[in-house]
């Protein structure tokens, strides 16, 4: 066989391969995911399930799923027959609700939180503007990619209050004071590790609050990725504060 023979066959293997590549990389985007689901069917559409574009959603009333695509969620309510492969809109909200929850690195400036006047309750469903940030009152597993940033988080800056966390025979009480929404984790008396209970308790909680922290590898660059890791990490506060802020974004642009 000649030089340019070779050759040739080569660039035609190569071209192939790169074919491939586009055809699974474009049926990956189509997917879709359920993130959550709620109702009669919930066991017929578990949390996790992967559709490809032609399956189809048979819902009753009382039924809502969500589903994951692309970097937007779809929001689907019963009674109705639904296609998983329906394109979903872009839209300018959706794209800075995500840019915003999966930031990197959180840090004092990104505040979104509430600021309240005199006699005004702080409301009871203001959620932490971003993934990494440990929103104190929520229990379950946390996913942490650098303990070095890990940030608690209250979603009322007004007066001064003290949270307590402990860990077996180790303890620290560390102070939110009037005006600050966020407080570094004592890594010095309380260190990071994973897989072992952390007990919160006093900052205005009714009762002492569970959390224990899980490793994450690297951050994740999309909604989907996100979506994926924290439910194979059974971190549900943060998927459920990453759905909720997509939701409402959807919602918004009707």
């Known amino acids: 066989m000649s ?7 080569r660039l035609g293997l ?11 990389t474009a049926a990956a985007a189509a997917q879709s995911m359920i993130v959550r ?12 399930t992967k559709l490809k574009p032609s399956d189809r959603i048979a819902l009753v009333d009382g039924d809502k799923v969500v589903l994951m695509q692309g970097g937007k969620t779809r929001t689907l309510s019963g009674k109705g027959s639904f296609t998983a492969g329906a394109t979903v809109q872009a839209s300018q909200s959706m794209g800075s609700t995500v840019t915003r929850m999966l930031a990197k690195g959180p840090t004092v400036r990104s505040r979104g939180g509430f600021s309240r006047g005199p ?31 890990l940030m608690l988080w209250r979603p009322d800056m007004v007066g001064d209050t003290a949270l307590t ?14 005006g600050a929404q966020f407080r570094k984790w004592p890594l010095d008396t309380v260190p990071v ?30 909604p989907d990725a996100a979506s994926e890791m924290l439910m194979g990490k059974g971190c ?8 909720d802020a997509m939701a409402a974004a959807e919602a918004a642009d009707g």
């Open 3 to 9: 030089c340019p023979e070779i050759r040739t066959r």
């Open 14 to 24: 190569t071209a192939a391969a790169a074919v491939a590549a586009m055809a699974l």
């Open 37 to 48: 689901s709620t109702g009669p069917s919930a066991s017929k559409y578990p949390a996790g």
């Open 119 to 149: 006699g005004e309750e702080a409301p009871v469903d203001a959620r932490a503007p971003n993934l990494w940030l440990l929103d104190y009152r929520d229990a379950g597993t946390f996913c942490v990619a650098d303990p070095s940033t």
């Open 165 to 178: 966390i402990t860990r077996g025979d180790k303890s620290e009480t560390v102070a939110l004071v009037d």
């Open 193 to 222: 590790e994973y897989g072992v209970d952390y007990r919160l308790s006093g900052a205005g909680l009714a009762a002492p609050v569970t959390v224990r922290f899980a490793a994450v590898a690297a951050m994740p660059e999309t």
């Open 236 to 243: 549900t506060p943060q998927l459920d504060r990453l759905v």
